[in-house]
């Protein structure tokens, strides 16, 4: 099967995304380039990655391109919103002119620019807003505004044939919900994060632990390097740290307690080894395996309960029911090992995106915009008058009706490597 002309290697390679094209006979090709398919450009800012790329309906990836500023954040100890906007806006034009050249496609044969709106930063939001309203109006294109969950949640449909109704973990930087995805825009919250969400502790807790001073993570995020370091640590080194939220029966989560408890562990263990601040821990490894796990037990418990809830609810089909992971965190192996063994248990189907496609990227708004495009959703003529919306809610939430089903998880035996 001919390739796609940026990306093909990526897409072909797990077998599926051909035969998922090939099944909805669609694929043409000329001159390596896929003719007669629509094909929309997505851009994405809700962040800190400047992200653009233009997808085709059948969903072959024609060119991507990604400017993250992930080592610039690690220098100034976190995002600040004003510099994240100064570089996107350095980054904006040129990432956007990549993108449209390695897929060799001119503006003018866009059938939509689709565009992050909400939620995210509002200073970064507003840079990819201005520059889609701008783009729009030059090009005479319609317009497709994305909430940036929805598309971490649709990813998975971009690789595979993946069919309504799923049941949909999305764990990042900003978030951490559980949804039955019914339809393109049609979610069920069933729970999400009442304080911070998960990469955002395993952030914190990176920073605390002065791991960009490793130089194999100088360049990695929070998150990464956590996992990284981790490999090397025992987490019953540190067994000080409790699985939050065990005695509330519902799907929410929450990690601000754990943060608290992994900054008095760190302090203790920094006055216990007589360091100055800014020393690194010798048991540093030991912390971030103890920290991962926590957030691993309590991502797994929420999880299978959402799962018990849907098969008693009968909102999944009862055969070949699948659980979809997204989201930057969801690029963990050691999570997703977990999660393995929750749907091995329930005979659910675990399916997450390759890494690269969990953390933000340009491809998961385009496939969105391809999404929303065959489904007739949300497809404007004018980006004059959308504005960005920094807090945006996903799905009709019915987590109290989840809290209410005071469902009890059984004890798991975990997978081994979940150590
Ligand atoms: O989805 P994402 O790229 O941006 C948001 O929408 O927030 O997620 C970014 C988050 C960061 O907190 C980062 O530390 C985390 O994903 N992350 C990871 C890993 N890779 C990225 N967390 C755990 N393990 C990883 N391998
Ligand atoms: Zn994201």
Not at 305 to 320: D, M, S, T, V
Not at 384 to 402: H, M, N
Request: glycine share 8%; proline share 4%; net charge neutral.
């Amino acid at each position: 099967m001919a390739m796609c002309k940026a990306l093909g290697r990526f897409y072909t390679s797990e077998g599926h995304n051909a035969s998922w094209a090939a099944q909805r006979g669609k694929i043409l090709f000329h001159s390596g380039m896929c003719a007669l398919s629509r094909v929309v450009l997505g851009i994405e800012t809700s962040c800190d990655d400047t992200g653009a790329a233009v997808v085709d309906e059948t969903g072959h990836v024609l060119g991507e391109a990604l400017r993250s500023q992930t080592e610039v954040h690690l220098k100034t100890g976190g995002i600040i919103p004003t510099v994240a906007q100064q570089l996107h806006r350095e980054s904006i034009a040129g990432v956007v002119h990549d993108a449209l050249r390695a897929s060799g496609i001119s503006p003018n044969d866009l059938a939509a620019i689709a565009t992050t709106v909400k939620p995210g930063l509002a200073l970064s939001l507003g840079v990819g807003l201005a520059y889609s309203v701008q783009m729009v109006k030059q090009y005479q294109k319609p317009f497709i505004p994305i909430h940036h969950m929805e598309a971490h949640a649709l990813t998975v449909r971009l690789m595979e044939p993946v069919d309504f109704p799923f049941l949909v973990l999305l764990i990042s930087g900003g978030h951490c919900m559980l949804l039955v995805a019914r339809g393109v825009c049609d979610f069920l919250l069933l729970g999400q994060s009442l304080d911070e969400a998960p990469g955002d502790t395993l952030d914190k807790a990176a920073r605390r632990l002065y791991l960009a001073k490793h130089p194999e993570c100088a360049a990695m995020s929070g998150g990464q390097a956590i996992e990284h370091i981790a490999q090397r640590g025992n987490r019953l080194h540190c067994e000080e740290l409790r699985m939050p939220m065990t005695h509330s029966l519902d799907c929410n989560f929450s990690f601000a307690g754990l943060r608290t408890h992994v900054n008095r562990l760190i302090l203790q263990k920094e006055k216990e080894e007589g360091l100055q601040e800014g020393q690194v821990l010798t048991c540093v490894a030991d912390i971030a395996a103890a920290v991962q796990h926590m957030v691993t037990l309590h991502v797994a418990k929420r999880t299978h309960r959402a799962i018990l809830f849907c098969k008693k609810e009968g909102l999944l089909p009862q055969k070949n029911a699948c659980l979809v992971v997204s989201g930057g965190v969801a690029s963990n192996q050691y999570i997703r090992r977990a999660l393995r063994t929750v749907t091995d248990a329930t005979e659910f189907t675990l399916l997450c995106p390759p890494p690269r496609l969990c953390t933000d990227n340009g491809i998961m708004i385009a496939w969105n915009g391809i999404e929303r495009l065959c489904a007739g959703l949300q497809v404007l003529h004018t980006a004059e008058g959308v504005r960005y919306e920094p807090k945006a809610p996903l799905g009709t939430d019915i987590s109290d009706q989840v809290r209410q089903a005071a469902i009890k998880v059984p004890r798991l035996k975990l997978n081994p490597e979940v150590k």
